[in-house]
Structures are given as C-alpha cells and as structure tokens.
C-alpha cells in the first residue's frame, strides 16, 4: 500500500535514515514548506552514543537556524586551543581565531545522540516531518513522475513516494547498494580503542593528542571533554588486538587513571573502531541523492564527519525546495554533486594525509613520522612538519557553476566563499546576518566605507531580480526599512570597500555574486534558470 503521512498528505521527498544529517534535511525542507517522510531503521531518535562530538562554528550556525543551537553552546565543552605532545613535551598548538565577528566558539564538543534527539524534536514541531521508526527499506523505484520506496514496517510492507528520495542512511547505506554506486577508498592501518567517561575533573577545555606518551609509549592517545561532566580518551592499539579484554571495565577505568590521575570516573561505554577513507562513486542517480556517511566517510581527525555532512544536508535542502517550489529549474540540482564531491574530496585528502602521518603504514613510515616528531621537539621551527590533524572548515565554492566571475578587482568577500557571519539588528531586533539571509536567495546592498549612500535602498530595488528574492541593506546606521545595522564598528571593514555593492547571498549563506550597485547586473544563472518548468 502506498502510504500518506500523519497529516493525511504524501511526502514531496523521502528520506532514509533519521541521523543528524536526515534530521537536518528534513527540517530544512519544512522552512521551504516541502512536506518529507523519514524511514529509520531503529526503535529510538538517537544512536544512544556520543560518536561525532566535534561541532565546528559554521555548522553551530547552522543548528541556531535549526532551533537547537542553545543547549549545545550551555551545556557543551567549547575550546580553541589543541595541544599536541611527543612523549611529555608540548611540540605543536593550533589556535583557531575569529572569523567574522565572534558569535560562536570555534567549537563545541556535544554528544551527537542528543543532538539526534533535539533534531528529532524540532522536526516533528514543524508539521511537516512525518518520521517513521522500526521502517527497513527493501527496495527503491524511480521514473520520470518520482520516487517509490518499499520498506517493512512493524504492521508489514509498506510503500512511501515522493518526488525525490535523500539517502541519509549512513556507511553501510543499502540505498546506495541499489543504486549501484560504489563506495571505493581505503582503510587506515590505525585502530582504536575509545572511552567516554564522567567525572568532574580540573582539566582546561583543550584538546590534547599525544603521541607515544610517558603513560602510553605504545602509540596515540587522544583526550576531549565532551560536555560538562562527559570525557572521551581514545588509544591507538594493535590491529590484532582483543577488543572483548580491552573493553573490560576494570581495564578501562585502569587506562583512563594512567592519563587523568586519581579521580573517580564512571565508564559510560567503551569501544574499538578502525577508520575508513571512502567515497561514493557518485552523489546522485536520477531523482536519488546520497548524503553524509552514504556519500563519504573520513577519519575523526579533523571533525570532518557530520560536520560535512550538515552542509551537504543544507547544500541539498536549498536546491530541493527552489525546484519543488518553483522557482528554479532542474538543473539547479546538478549543482549539489558539482559542490559537495568537490569538498568531499578535499576533506579526505586532509585527513586522508593526517592519517598516514598519524598512523604510518610500515616502519619506514613510522621513522619517518619519529623523526618528524623528535625535529619539533628540538625546534619549535620544525612543528610544521607535525600534522595532527586539520580541523573542519567550511569548503569554498569557487569553481562552482552557481559562482558568478569576480568583477571587482578585490571585493571584500570572494564569490563561492561563506558569508562572513555579524551581529545586527532589524527593526530593533538583535539578530545575526546569516539568521536574516538564510532559506531565500538574498539581495544584500552594501554602502561603501564613506557611509550609508542617499538613494542605495532605491539602487537595490531597481536591480532586476524574480519577486522572491529577499532585499535587504547592511548599514553602520539604521536607514528605514529592510536596513540590517551593524552592531559593531569593527566588523564594517568586512564588508565596506571603496564603492556600493550588492551581495547575491545563497539559502545557504554562501556569496554567489559580488557586483558594484551603479546598475551592474546580477547573474542568477542555475538559480533561478528554467523555473516555469521546475515544478514537475
């Protein structure tokens, strides 16, 4: 039986897996008012483990746009210093400074299965996520009108259809299985055994990795602070070693009192895991799309995991809902491969590089790495060489067909970069430029550094663009209605340069366009192209 959702109504996309990424999905799509239905395999919203804890700033953004940004900057662990040890010698720190203004820490370390549940939450809150548990998809159909997805159920089989299906269901994705895209990559000589574990401890919020250390010279040893109580360790250990005597509790709690010292701990769970490098072949198949874990998989050095896979999430959700609605053609959606296999790509040529520096395959590798390690420590100069793993960054969509060519010989922000994100206000209202600019494709106006220019709003709303598009003008001042000002007079030289400007703004807060406001055209090109006939 082909099945509606709870409101009565059938989905416009199915979703498959109700991760983070799933999640995210979902609600993005809600904003643009597209109803989706989310099958999950499991009985629970959450994985029930702390797994990917790292939340870099940009994607912390992103979760204040979803509505559950709060708890995670209270009740997480925010740091911007990792230290980095050679035995007990302190030989690297990477320091993360502002970007913008500094509205979030450059990260926070929060528990995804929380995560998980605040997501499941504000899905429901929107009335328009119909999230289904206990589904396990068993087989996948598409043609030219959409999407139809079989899949048993607790009463039996049953039968969801949409216009398109977003696969969210992870590493071992059965989507991609049928689809017949193949997940090539290769997997790290390093294995793991992982900790998370309570106790009050007087330790500063930093990550600290250690390599071969006084307490650990067999390898690698890894310490965050998870939340305010919660704290993960993770040991490098042999390839071949037993993972039921390694994850005793009283070998555990013996492990972590070699790092932490005497101090009461309750082991919350432990684990080992290797790390995989892989990629699927490709991000799409007709009307399908694979995200997160289903289209990439990279080590955890680098908080490159679900990190990436919330901009793929947002990257895809932007362009379903410009097509469902309306208001941009089909071709917009070539775009989210074009984008996100590129920054795949660079992520698991980041940590693919940190990996093999980390975990060397063969002794040759390992001296290699020693003597590396053993220069930093004699030369603070030589610390360059050590690479203990580059943390996430949003990835520039520079050579993007949605990037219009810079014709300014040096605008403030280059088209295919984020917005740089500021405090301001509208109508008396604190607010953040992304909060503003996100969900719509945004006219932004920016005066030069003379000041706010007489007739700029009127210079905005001559510039031709579809009536949908959002307006607005970023002053030091307020300027009447649709005026955006900036709360602090440090952050104008971001955005002020010599002349007025327009700032086409993606849903996704990235710049697509940069042009001078003195009649100038702005090309939409694939953002809007074709959409009398993007609906179908």
Same mark, same amino acid.
């Given at each position: ?8 109504s ?7 897996g ?18 989706s ?15 990917a ?19 995670? $900057? ?72 959409g999407?139809? $997805? ?22 071992g ?36 990795l ?8 067999e ?25 039921? $005597? ?36 490709a ?10 874990d ?8 680098g ?182 000002? $900036? ?33 100038t ?16």
């Open positions: 039986m082909v099945l509606p959702d709870s409101s009565g059938f989905p416009h996309v199915v979703i498959v109700a991760g983070p990424v799933g999640m995210a999905t979902a609600i993005l799509l809600a904003r643009q008012n597209v109803r239905v989310v099958l999950e395999r499991r009985d629970q919203p959450s994985c029930r483990q702390s797994r804890v790292t939340v870099q700033r940009d994607i912390l953004a992103l979760y204040d746009r979803l509505g559950v940004a709060d708890e995670i $900057v209270n009740d997480g662990m925010s740091w911007s210093l990792g230290r980095t040890y050679y035995g007990d010698k302190e030989i690297l720190q990477l320091r993360f400074p502002p970007h913008g203004e500094e509205i979030y820490p450059p990260f926070v370390n929060f528990p995804q299965f929380r995560i998980e549940e605040m997501l499941h939450d504000a899905a429901l809150a929107t009335g328009l996520v119909d999230i289904r548990l206990e589904r396990t998809v068993t087989g996948f159909e598409q043609d030219d009108s999407v139809r $997805v079989t899949a048993d159920g607790p009463e039996g089989p049953e039968t969801h259809t949409g216009a398109y299906l977003v696969a969210a269901d992870g590493i994705s059965g989507v991609r299985r049928r689809l017949g895209i193949t997940f090539d990559g290769w997997q790290t000589k390093g294995r793991f055994l992982v900790a998370d574990f309570e106790a009050e401890l007087p330790f500063r919020r930093e990550r600290r250690w390599f071969n250390p006084p307490f650990y010279p390898g690698i040893v890894l310490m965050h602070g998870v939340s305010r109580r919660l704290w993960r360790l993770d040991w490098q250990i042999p390839l071949d070693a037993d993972a039921d $005597v390694l994850t005793e509790p009283e070998r555990v709690r013996a492990r972590i009192a070699t790092v932490i010292g005497d101090h009461p701990v309750k082991v919350v769970r432990s684990n080992t895991y290797t790390f995989q490098q892989c990629r699927a072949s991000f799409r198949s007709g009307r399908a799309f694979l995200v997160g289903a289209a990439h998989v990279v080590s955890p050095f908080a490159r995991g679900m990190n990436s896979g919330m901009e793929d999430a947002e990257n895809l959700a932007w362009k379903l809902g410009l097509v469902l609605n309306g208001k941009a053609g089909h071709a917009l959606l070539d775009s989210y491969e074009t984008e996100r296999a590129a920054a795949a790509d660079h992520n698991l040529e980041l940590t693919g590089a940190s990996m093999k520096f980390m975990t060397p395959d063969g002794e040759p590798g390992r001296r290699e790495r020693d003597a590396a390690l053993a220069a930093a420590a004699d030369d603070p100069g030589q610390a360059h060489r050590v690479d203990s793993g580059r943390l996430y960054e949003p990835f520039p969509y520079y050579d993007s067909p949605l990037t219009a060519p810079t014709v300014l010989s040096s605008p403030r922000v280059r088209p295919g970069a984020p917005l740089p994100d500021l405090r301001c206000a509208e109508g008396g209202r604190a607010t953040t430029l992304r909060a503003i600019t996100a969900g719509s494709l945004t006219l932004l106006a920016v005066p030069g550094r003379d000041g706010l220019t007489p007739g700029l709003s009127a210079a905005l709303d001559a510039v031709p663009a579809p009536a949908w598009v959002r307006r607005r003008v970023l002053a030091p001042a307020p300027a009447g209605p649709g005026t955006l000002t $900036v709360l602090s007079d440090k952050m104008w030289d971001i955005y002020a340069g010599e002349q007025d400007v327009v700032y086409l703004v993606r849903p996704d807060c990235y710049v697509a366009a940069v042009v001078p406001l003195d009649g055209p702005v090309d939409f090109g694939a953002l809007t192209a074709e959409a009398s006939n993007a609906a179908g």
